[in-house]
């Protein structure tokens, strides 16, 4: 309820400007993520068994695991920032370059094999609303080269993954019945199954679910409930699909991804005048698209460190179908009224 809260606050007060400000920020904030991600994986000194799990960036909290799906939202976002506005001409090949190849690199040492599979999606979607260009066949060069070497560096330092990449093992890993962690866990490509088989077994549960917050934890214990001890060994609370299917059923697992399509259909019906607004829109229509990919992939559109900043791109098609904003408005009555008395 808070990011929905958070979108509509967004759509209301924030302005183009504003949209692309944040823009420059976070491309700060990636190039920071860099230098302290190199710090964390060669001189922190980590389980080397289990390091990528901790190579979070500036997300990372103290010695916990976990933070890296936030760090593959930013990797993903600017990635997609720099290709849609490179094909546009905003930005330069270096621009680019230093995007995929620093996420590339965070990427990999961050053991985040999902990365290279949203590139491949990323990239499709910025070609099919993209112009035919020259810039077009130096991108697919520099992506080849870029998605080989990160996937050949991930077999050299986690060799557990060895020939993870082919279409074989990947479904094996996602809908293995043994589990995410093994020993009968939930696991993403058969959460929905899982879920009824094991917690919403009537049918009063799998249309309404089991109410909200019934199934959240805390690190304080009066805040965890009862659900939640009784299963959390299952892993369910790392999937974010689950969680909103065992609270609320079928029908608000539903009514949340109907949000999301709605974004989609408002982006694909925006009129955009400029290339720059086109854009943003594009940008806006692939985090809608890995944002339910996400719903059963982890668990980070529900924390804090990536659900807002989803939200917030998510929600740029209403601020950009805005004509005027309030703010301009009142300056200009106050710039007609200034005129009006200097007569």
């Known amino acids: 309820m808070r990011f929905l809260i958070f979108a509509m606050m967004c759509a209301v007060f924030l302005k183009r400007r504003d949209i692309y400000t944040f823009l420059d920020i976070l491309f700060g904030y990636f190039i920071l993520n ?10 922190k000194g980590y389980n080397y068994n289990a390091i990528g799990d901790f190579i979070s960036g500036l997300y990372a909290a103290g ?26 001409k905003e930005k330069s090949i270096w621009y680019l370059i230093v995007a995929i190849a620093g996420s590339t ?52 330092l986690f060799p557990n993954f060895n020939r993870f990449f082919t279409l074989e093992t990947i479904l094996a890993y996602a809908t293995n019945e043994s589990g995410y962690i093994g020993d009968g866990s939930i696991n993403r490509l058969t ?38 001890l009784r299963n959390s060994w299952t892993a369910y609370q790392w999937f974010y699909g689950p969680i909103i299917l065992i609270e609320t059923g079928i029908l608000g697992l539903f009514s949340f991804i109907l949000i999301i399509v709605n974004y989609l259909y408002r982006n694909v019906k925006l009129k955009i005048e400029n290339i720059k607004d ?36 998510l929600c740029f098609p209403y ?25």
């Open 191 to 228: 959460a929905i199954r899982y879920v009824f088989r094991n917690f919403l077994t009537s049918i009063s549960e799998r249309l309404i679910g089991i109410g909200f917050g019934n199934s959240e934890y805390s690190s304080y214990s009066f805040f965890t409930s009862q659900f939640y």
């Open 63 to 88: 010695e916990k695991r976990g933070g890296n799906s936030a760090l593959n939202w930013l990797l993903c976002i600017i990635c997609a920032a720099a290709i849609i506005q490179y094909f546009n």
């Open 105 to 156: 690199y965070m990427a990999t040492l961050s053991e985040l094999k999902v990365f290279f599979i949203e590139i491949i999606v990323i990239s499709v979607v910025c070609i099919c609303v993209s112009k035919k260009s020259l810039r077009l066949t130096i991108f697919l060069m520099l992506s080849v080269v870029a998605l080989y070497a990160g996937i050949q560096v991930i077999y050299i």
């Open 278 to 313: 086109n854009s943003l829109r594009s940008i806006s229509l692939i985090v809608g698209i890995l944002s339910l990919a996400m719903l059963f992939y982890n668990q980070s559109m529900k924390l804090e460190t990536a659900g807002y900043m989803v939200q917030l791109f």
């Open 34 to 43: 860099i230098f302290v991600v190199t710090y964390q994986f060669f001189f």
């Open 319 to 343: 601020i950009l179908e805005k004509k005027e904003d309030f703010c301009s408005c009142q300056k200009s009555i106050v710039k007609t009224k200034v005129r009006f008395i200097l007569k």
